[in-house]
DNA sequence: AACCCAAATTAGAATTAATCTAAATCTAAA
DNA sequence: TTTAGATTTAGATTAATTCTAATTTGGGTT
């Protein structure tokens, strides 16, 4: 029997290629993009393709192993942490950060009811200086 | 002298383009992305260019007379209304739908202090289905 | 052990959104 | 009325992502 992602209700392999891409992301501290996410996958598997990056991404975030982080006109970001938690982007140098605000998760709840969405995750972005950029 | 956007910190001009995008955003209900108010946006003044109404969209951005909202990698959508509020974003037909959760604005400060950013605004975003998608 | 078939990978083309460039035009102020 | 800086324009360019079509892979049968 092959490995597969039936814990997260996928029928998809996991094949070499997205074990490498997988394991970059988890080996990161930061949120690269596909672009930094392919070169360091082509250090593990010198033949990976650009595609398959893409691909093995839009598969991981449709299972839940990734989040896609995406703000203004720049490239996505991956974040390989899939418990819930909070992001604070930089408005000056673009830094993003971690924090988790356990507040956020409460508010799913009030949002869900102004909306009338049946709710499925909710994000908090802060946007503001950073402490390098605010002296 | 000539209309400026004083108020709002900018030295720039209010030319007869510029209005036309801006009133063309504040007439719409929903958010329009750059391609609609730029198709729009030429029904009042048929020679508008594209890159003008990128310029304009920037202006706006940045003197906060606009809001640009972005999300997966499709095109970024705009938003009129400048007081803060919340969005939620369909996760089946990516309807866009605005709301107000004045607790969101109170998490601004434990944001900032957990994430040590100096604040500006916060996002919250809630994902999940629209009233259509959840039948 | 050979076969089958669906899924996955590959390279490169295509698409899409947004920005840049350079020349022409406008406008407020001197 | 001249000028300098801001703005607009059309089209080229860039950057990110997706698509296409051909090839390969690998698990589940026979």
Redesign the pocket.
């Known amino acids: ?3 597969h992602f039936k814990q997260h209700g ?4 996991l ?4 074990e490498a891409v997988l394991q970059v992301i988890r080996a990161r501290e930061d949120h690269p ?3 930094e996410i392919f070169e360091a996958a082509r250090a593990l ?1 010198p ?13 991981f975030r449709e299972t839940g192993l990734v989040r ?1 982080i ?1 703000f ?6 991956y974040d390989g942490i899939t418990d819930r938690h909070d992001h604070a982007i930089c408005t000056n140098c673009g830094k993003l950060v971690d924090f988790d605000l356990n507040e956020a998760a409460d508010l799913m709840g009030a949002a869900a009811r102004k909306s009338r969405f049946k709710p499925e995750t909710v994000y908090l972005t802060l946007m503001g200086l950073c402490p390098d950029c605010r002296e």
Chains 1, 2 share one sequence.
């Open positions: 029997m092959a490995k996928s029928t998809a392999r094949t070499p290629q997205r993009t596909a672009n598997l033949a990976i393709s650009y595609a398959t990056v893409y691909n093995s991404l839009r598969d896609e995406s203004g006109n720049s490239a996505s970001r």
